[in-house]
């Protein structure tokens, strides 16, 4: 993940840290990868960390939204949306 927390940041992101995938289509709302070439342990791990989230999680909507994103990132398809935050100069 590029983020700023974790030391990246758009700047300095580099072609090959975005990887490939089968197909990805992006509207105004949303972006859909289909059969991203990700690092399977890596994937694997995110998967089993949203799966202890469910077994913490009490609220409903919270779990259904952890679900969905399993079901989601377990298929094969992964959607996100892209938000960028402007820095004030």
Do not use: C, W
């Not at 070439?37 to 799966?51: A, F, L, M, T």
């Not at 949306?81 to 100069?89: D, E, N, T």
């Amino acid at each position: 993940m590029i983020s700023e927390e974790r030391g990246f940041t758009l700047e300095n992101t580099t072609i090959d840290m975005l990887g490939t995938a089968e197909k990805v289509t992006i509207d105004k709302d949303n972006t859909t990868i289909v059969n991203g070439s990700g690092n399977k342990s890596d994937i694997k791990s995110r998967v089993n960390q949203i799966k202890a989230q469910i077994e913490t999680t009490t609220p409903d909507y919270d779990k259904e939204k952890l679900q969905e994103r399993l079901a989601k990132l377990a298929g094969g398809v992964a959607y996100f949306m892209l938000v960028l935050h402007q820095r004030l100069k």
